[in-house]
């Protein structure tokens, strides 16, 4: 069973308008069906990062990987705290 999402990713972002921020992309502006077509191109997902006014500020990539990378410095940073 997969965890839920800590962010809003892929078809549950609403804002229309998207800016593209991180490496090869940054500063991107897109509509959102361009965004998600260029996160799925890529394999990778669109993922919200801010909302300003009538712009998404997202970035693409590996979710799972990211919430992995996150819970591995996470036990990292309580396993240090204990010693």
């Known amino acids: ?3 839920k999402p800590q962010h809003v990713l892929n078809d549950s ?6 800016k593209i921020v991180g490496e ?3 500063g991107l502006v897109l509509n959102l069906n361009e ?3 260029k996160a799925r191109e ?17 970035k693409i990539m ?4 990211y919430l992995y ?4 410095n996470n036990k990292n940073k ?3 705290a204990h010693v």
């Open 42 to 58: 890529l394999g990778m997902d669109l993922v919200l990062m801010k909302e300003l006014n009538d712009i998404a500020i997202c």
């Open 24 to 26: 090869n992309l940054n």
């Open 78 to 80: 309580i396993g240090r």
């Open 1 to 3: 069973m997969k965890a």
């Open 69 to 72: 990378e996150l819970s591995k």
């Open 62 to 65: 590996n979710y799972e990987k």
């Open 35 to 37: 965004a998600l077509s």
């Open 13 to 18: 972002i609403r804002k229309q308008k998207i």
